[in-house]
Every structure is written in C-alpha cells, then in structure tokens.
C-alpha cells in the first residue's frame, strides 16, 4: 500500500506590517508555485496557511519525508514570496532563508519542517498547527497533555486501545540528542525533561509496540528547528509548527484540541526575548499586534483521502475558546506589568541568542571586583 506524506514547511519571508501578519500576495504566489507542482502531478495536493508574519506551506506526497525534490519546492516557492516581498519592502524580507541557494534539504538553511510518512487510516483525521512568536518547545505541555494525561485525554484511561499509551522522542536541543521515552511507565522521567522547555522539545510521538498501529507511523510531530542557533545569534522567531494525527485509538479530534484550553506561558513573545500566555485563534485573528504578541496558535483540520486535503477546518474558530482567549489576554495583561522584569523577559540563558549580549557588551569594562 502507497504511504502518504504530509510536510508542512514555513518560513517567515516578510511581514505586513512590522512582524504582525502576511501579506495576500504572499499567499497569492504560494498559491500558484504550489498549483504548477500539484498540475504537473509532482505533488497530490497543497494548502496555504498562514500564522502571524509565517507562511506555512502543507503539502501531500508520496515521496517520503525529507525529500529533496519537496524541500526544494518549498524553498524555490518561498525564493518567489521573497521577491515580492522585496518589491513591496515588506517587513525582514527574505529573514528564514539563510542560505544563498537550496542544496538538497531545507533543515538548516532557516526555514521549519514538521512532517510525517503515514499509511493512511480508513479515515485520517489530522490537525495542523501553527504557531507565531513562540518556539518549538510551547508545543511540550499540549502535546504531553493529548498523549499522556488523562485528565485532558479520557480515551488514556477508558478506551481499550488507548490505555497502553504511547512513546514519546525528545531531543535534547543544546547537545543534538534523544531519548525515547514510554508513557505511562515513564511519565514522571519524561515530565522531568520537557517540563525543562528551555532544553528539551518533544519531536514525535509514536504509539507503542503491538498496539493498533504501526510503531513507526507517528502520531504527532514538531518542527523543531531551532533558528537563533542556526544562525548563532537572534534572526527572527523560530515559530513552531506541528501535525497531529486524531481519532480512533489516537486522541480524539476534541482531546487534541482540549489540550489548548489552557493558554500556556511559552517563550518568545517580543523579540524572542519574553514570556506570554499561548492564545488559541483562528487563522484570520493569528495577527500579533499587542507587544507583537501574545503568542497565537492556529489549528487546521484535515481528512486526508488518499493524499488529497479535504479541509481545512479552521478549528479555533469555534466559540468554546473565547474564553481561553479571554484568559490569555488577562495574563498577557499581567505579565506586561513586569515590563523588562523577569520571568517576563526571560532568563539570561535563553537571552543569549537576543539582541541582549551586544548591550551588555558595552558595560564590559566597567565592572570591578567587589572586595
Ligand atoms: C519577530 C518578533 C518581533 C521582533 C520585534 C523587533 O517575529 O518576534 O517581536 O523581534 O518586532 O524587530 P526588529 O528588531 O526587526 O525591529
Ligand atoms: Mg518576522
Ligand atoms: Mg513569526
């Protein structure tokens, strides 16, 4: 049976204005780059989406993750978007694509890649999330909360092909390592690593070994593409997406979108440099005008028929989070009052790829020994 590949792969090539949102004919151009592909049978089926100042290009194949021929699409298609967002001087054009030209795969070169080969279930339901002014870590509490918590995730404890649960990898993002860790037997080793964000990211989520599934078809997955150290100093937000897979022996649609109920403190919120509460939106309100935050999640659902997108949903439409809005405003508006104090602004460690050490460059000389 073929396998279907869903990539998702963005980059913020130009914001409008500022770092707030993107401009249409951004989304005109991947449009039409991702049409020609799709016309020419190169690739079965494409969606743009957009989250803030990020263009995030989902796409359906059959050629395996990390494939060169759509990593290359994506960075020919953002090359384009790029152009035109010089043309109109947008905002940091071209800011995600650090290399001068494509050699092969776009990890390493700036943009962000989350994606997953699959054989697709008799019914796929799948979610794509995609998040602005954060990192790849806000993605650790509510990927934790579907996979292992049952109090988010009810199939975890009453439903019989859940109840096994699942296998979590997560990469430890300052050494390049992983460990594979078993949910429920290692519930509390795997909470004593991601709940440490600033180090360790949940990169898949795999279900266990005889279980319904195969072991090696993930369930959910995260870009995890860390841009200021890529670049070794503060280019632009390493905003996050990630592919969620739902129903039937995996969370429910509604478990997956529950763990989003509680607006979160992630990192990256003004100049990378803060700390906000994660807000739930939908994809035409995924504009960060406030202090170019608070944080926003976009999530969009998908069947997939054999290989064709049949969607998107635009699920943080629904009227059941305005009041997870209505929350993540109230603490944007209490961590604002802490101005340049911590743990508003973050602490020194995750400062060191900002803008911050050029500041204290200046005050070098003049520190002297305190007897
Ligand atoms: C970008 C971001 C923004 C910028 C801020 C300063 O995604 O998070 O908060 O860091 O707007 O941008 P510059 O230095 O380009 O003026
Ligand atoms: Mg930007
Ligand atoms: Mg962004």
Same mark, same amino acid.
């Given at each position: 049976m073929t396998?279907?590949?869903?990539?998702?792969?963005?980059?913020?090539?130009?914001?409008?204005?500022?770092?707030s949102s993107m401009h249409p004919k951004l989304m005109e151009k991947a449009n039409e780059q991702l049409k020609i592909s799709k016309d020419k049978k190169e690739i079965t089926d494409f969606y743009v989406g957009k989250c803030g100042d990020d263009l995030d290009l989902i796409i359906s194949h059959n050629k395996g993750v990390d494939s060169s021929d759509i990593h290359g699409l994506a960075w020919?298609?953002?090359? /384009? =978007? !790029?152009?035109?967002?010089?043309? %109109?001087?947008?905002?940091?054009?071209?800011?995600?694509?650090?290399?001068?030209?494509?050699s092969g795969n776009v990890k390493g070169m700036g943009p962000g890649v989350a994606e997953m080969e699959i054989t697709?279930?008799?019914?796929?339901?799948?979610? =794509?999330? %995609?998040? $602005?002014? !954060? $990192?790849?870590?806000?993605?650790?509490?509510?990927?934790? #909360?579907?996979?292992?918590?049952?109090?988010?995730?009810?199939?975890?404890?009453?439903?019989?092909?859940?109840?096994?649960?699942? /296998?979590?990898?997560?990469?430890?993002?300052?050494?390049? #390592?992983?460990?594979f860790l078993n949910t429920p037997e290692e519930l509390h080793e795997l909470l004593a690593l991601v709940g440490s964000k600033s180090k360790y990211v949940i990169k898949r989520v795999y279900p266990k070994k005889g279980g319904k599934y195969p072991e090696d078809e993930p369930a959910a997955v995260v870009s995890t593409d860390k841009l200021s150290l890529i670049a070794g100093e503060y280019v632009g937000k390493d905003d996050p997406v990630a592919i969620v897979r739902a129903q039937?022996?995996?969370?429910?649609?509604?478990?997956?979108?529950?763990?989003?109920?509680?607006?979160?403190?992630?990192?990256?919120?003004?100049?990378?440099?803060? =700390?906000?509460?994660?807000?739930?939106?939908?994809?035409? $309100?995924?504009?960060?005008?406030?202090?170019?935050?608070?944080?926003?999640?976009? @999530?969009?659902?998908?069947?997939?028929?054999?290989?064709k997108l049949v969607g998107p949903v635009d699920l943080f439409k629904d009227k059941a989070f305005d %009041?997870?809005?209505? #929350? @993540?405003?109230?603490i944007a508006d209490y961590m604002r009052r802490h101005g340049p104090f911590e743990p508003h602004r973050l602490a020194p460690s995750e400062m060191e790829y900002t803008t911050l050490p050029k500041v204290l460059e200046?005050? #070098?000389?003049?520190?002297? /020994?305190?007897a």
């Open positions: 396998k279907t590949t869903i990539s998702i792969i963005k980059a913020d090539v130009g914001g409008f204005p500022g770092h020919d298609t953002f090359v /384009k =978007c !790029t152009e035109i967002a010089k043309e %109109l001087k947008l905002y940091g054009a071209g800011q995600d694509l650090l290399a001068d030209s494509f697709e279930r008799k019914s796929e339901p799948l979610v =794509c999330f %995609l998040m $602005d002014k !954060t $990192d790849p870590s806000a993605f650790n509490l509510p990927v934790y #909360k579907m996979f292992a918590d049952p109090f988010n995730t009810a199939g975890l404890s009453i439903d019989p092909s859940m109840i096994a649960g699942f /296998k979590f990898e997560v990469y430890d993002i300052y050494n390049n #390592k992983r460990v039937s022996g995996l969370p429910a649609l509604g478990e997956v979108l529950e763990a989003f109920a509680f607006p979160h403190l992630v990192s990256g919120w003004m100049r990378g440099s803060h =700390c906000g509460p994660m807000m739930p939106v939908a994809m035409e $309100d995924a504009t960060p005008t406030r202090f170019d935050g608070p944080p926003r999640v976009v @999530a969009l659902g998908f069947q997939i028929a054999n290989g %009041l997870t809005r209505q #929350k @993540a405003s109230e200046k005050l #070098k000389g003049r520190f002297e /020994k305190v």
